[in-house]
């Protein structure tokens, strides 16, 4: 898709009356045009403007007293949460991206199980494609750029829209020198589920969308885990992400509050 | 905003006070219930509290940065609640008067919105109307109605490149 192509879907784009698949595509390349991004971003700000249009209503008089009682209880539970000094922050990264990477060559090795039944070279082919993401992934981890003590690790669970309808888990990795990263695995979507794949998955910030990629149901293994990983140019602020099914419903939503510099603390 | 990020009382109270209000009524308008403007309103503050070290008062105003949140939770709620009946939509400039108290900022907001939504034809207001306040895409505006979706397409950027100029240089887009 090209810039004029692009451009002609923008203003749709601001208010939200794209479709699915369309706005990924607009978001992917959003993603690496700036002049785009600036027309995009002018319009997204035009069309918050709107907002403002609608007629003020007041009210309940406590409801300011339950706006701070859910504030509070927040804070409580940040403040509950034992402090990690930042070597242990780093530990608890690195764990954390080991068992998603543990969990990633599990996913993956089923699937491609799966595939060498029905097409030993679609099957090779897709093995390359994945085993060759795993190992870009682990290739970062262990690069000297990956010492930046900016970088910052985002995790995060997805949970179902509705009870039994999967889980997921979800990763950002967010650098001032090397590509940004958001890897999203899914997995225990129930056979059902299958009827309504592929699924979108997006991660999204307040300035706006952006398309990690699809689940097809070749992607899928019997256990119902699929997975899907973009390279970004900045991905900061993105932290939330939503995995919608081929009708456009949220089947699955998710936070990524879990927040860690990823750097070896100086001594 | 770094009140807020502490989770300090006062600071939350005081954003309350100025915005409450206005993410109130975008609830009540978009969802139509005051349980569910209620939620989003608690939903909103709480967002920014996560949110407010990413605030950027250099990028847009702070009244703007709220409603865009309570925006995009009111339409995800939209979409996953599809069948549940809406209310007809009231914007500011049907109503005689506004009660109540609101900061100049968000006077100013309002203004902009006006003169954005007056310099729109009925048809595209309606357009805008159907596309923002109710998270519908141009496909299910062109199915509803039985146009094609081309012509919703090429109203829609005719209204939005409107919208934009009606504020431009006003430092608002």
């Keep these: ?267 | 905003m770094e009140g807020l990020l502490a989770g300090n009382d006062e600071a939350v109270r005081a954003l309350y006070a100025r915005y409450g209000r206005l993410i109130y009524s975008l609830g009540y308008r978009l969802l139509g219930t005051r349980e569910a403007a209620e939620e989003l309103t608690q939903d909103v503050f709480l967002t920014a509290w996560r949110k407010a070290a990413r605030f950027d008062p250099t990028r847009g105003r702070l009244s703007t940065w709220l409603m865009t949140i309570g925006h995009n939770l009111a339409v995800d709620r939209l979409r996953r609640e599809t069948g549940v009946s809406r209310p007809t939509l009231v914007l500011v400039d049907e109503v005689p008067d506004a009660p109540g108290l609101d900061e100049e900022a968000v006077l100013i907001e309002r203004d902009a919105a006006v003169r954005a939504l007056s310099s729109l034809t009925d048809a595209e207001r309606r357009l805008v109307a159907r596309s923002y306040f109710r998270g519908m895409t141009a496909r299910e505006i062109a199915e509803t109605d039985g146009i094609p979706l081309g012509t919703v397409k090429t109203r829609l950027r005719s209204a939005m490149i409107k919208v934009r100029k009606a504020n431009e240089g006003k430092g608002l887009v």
């Design chain 1, 1 to 267: 898709m090209n810039c004029a192509t692009v451009r002609e879907g923008l203003a749709e784009h601001a208010l939200g009356a794209l479709l699915a698949r369309d706005a990924a595509t607009v978001d992917r390349h959003l993603a690496w045009c700036a002049a785009c991004r600036k027309e995009a971003g002018e319009l997204a700000r035009a069309s918050a403007t709107l907002a403002f249009a609608l007629a003020p209503e007041e009210p309940p008089a406590d409801l300011g007293d339950r706006v701070l009682e859910v504030v509070q209880d927040a804070v409580a539970r940040r403040d509950r949460r034992p402090q990690s000094s930042p070597r242990r922050s780093r530990l608890i990264a690195i764990a954390s991206l080991a068992a998603l990477l543990a969990v990633l060559g599990a996913g993956w090795g089923a699937v491609m199980a799966g595939r060498a039944a029905r097409s030993d070279r679609v099957a090779r082919l897709e093995q390359i494609r994945s085993e060759s993401a795993v190992e870009r992934f682990r290739d970062l981890l262990n690069s000297a750029e990956f010492g930046n003590p900016e970088n910052e690790a985002f995790l995060g669970t997805l949970e179902p829209t509705t009870p039994g309808g999967g889980s997921g888990s979800a990763l950002v990795l967010v650098s001032p020198s090397i590509v940004d990263l958001a890897l999203v695995l899914v997995d225990g979507m129930p056979p059902q589920m299958r009827a309504v794949l592929p699924l979108a998955v997006r991660i999204r910030s307040d300035d706006g969308v952006l398309m990690v990629g699809r689940i097809t149901k070749d992607e899928f293994d019997d256990s119902g885990a699929g997975i899907v990983m973009q390279e970004f140019a900045d991905l900061d602020g993105f932290d939330t992400v939503i995995v919608r099914d081929v009708n456009g419903d949220v089947v699955m939503t998710g936070s990524l509050e879990t927040r860690a510099a990823l750097a070896t603390p100086s001594p």
